[in-house]
């Protein structure tokens, strides 16, 4: 089973751009890539998801190199709002009864003033 | 009201005692989990559901029984309580068409 590593925490000041890098050495060939956001006393919220190459939406951006065994979580231009704990998640596809699903143990984000 | 909710949202028990936490969504989401949050071991999965009548063990399913007669409803049953089951409870659900998972608020269950 792939097993994900991220920083267990960063710092960071409003107005910057932060990027959280994943790392997934043996993520399988139907893995996808999806990046959470989780406030205190609340369920994780979905951010991102990819496969590979680049995907943007309107709050981050993922990257994922070719060999996928990582992947980069960009936030631009952060806000105090965006103090949370970002948790990398690598999973196949739903296919019937056998899913799989690998979580990080999250990176704690602080953005200062 | 749409959306997944947890209940009760907070429980103490004690040793040796059965527990059932309630998790329902309003979406008709086919699959639908459980994960329990601790410091330092982050989101663990205990039990997963494909479908009404279909589900399977996850990372961490010892102690714990799951049950799903109807799509909207996935019970998760702690049968003999151990203070090891002390823990942040979360149900989610997703669409199969994505990954997307939907988080309920969470039970914060401790055992005594």
């Known amino acids: 089973l792939a097993k994900t590593t991220q920083p267990i925490s960063m710092d960071s000041y409003e107005g910057q751009e932060v990027n959280i890098t994943c790392s997934h050495n043996?993520?399988?060939?139907?893995?996808?890539i999806t990046w959470y956001q989780q406030f205190p006393s609340q369920g994780p919220r979905f951010i991102i998801q990819?496969?590979?190459?680049?995907v943007t939406n309107e709050v981050a951006s993922l990257f994922i190199p070719a060999d996928r065994k990582s992947s980069t979580l960009s936030l631009p231009r952060v806000s105090l709002s965006d103090t949370a704990v970002y948790y990398c998640?690598?999973?196949?596809?739903?296919?019937?009864?056998?899913?799989?699903?690998?979580w990080g143990l999250g990176t704690s984000l602080a953005v200062n003033p | 009201d749409a959306g997944i909710t947890q209940s009760p949202r907070y429980k103490i028990t004690e040793t040796g005692r059965q527990v059932t936490l309630m998790c329902h969504q309003t979406w008709s989401h086919s699959y639908m989990f459980w994960y329990r949050q601790d410091l330092g071991h982050g989101l663990r999965l205990i039990y997963y559901?494909?479908?009404?009548?279909?589900?399977d063990k996850g990372e961490v399913p010892d102690g714990y029984v799951v049950s799903r007669s109807k799509t909207e409803n996935f019970p998760l049953t702690l049968e003999s309580a151990t203070r090891s089951q002390t823990s942040v409870y979360f149900c989610?659900?997703?669409?199969?068409?994505?990954?997307?998972?939907?988080f309920g608020p969470g039970t914060r269950l401790t055992v005594t």
């Open positions: 990819g496969y590979k190459t680049k």
């Open positions: 043996n993520i399988a060939t139907n893995d996808y």
């Open positions: 559901s494909a479908a009404a009548d279909i589900t």
């Open positions: 998640l690598v999973g196949d596809i739903p296919a019937g009864n056998n899913r799989k699903l690998i």
């Open positions: 989610a659900s997703s669409d199969p068409r994505d990954y997307e998972q939907y």
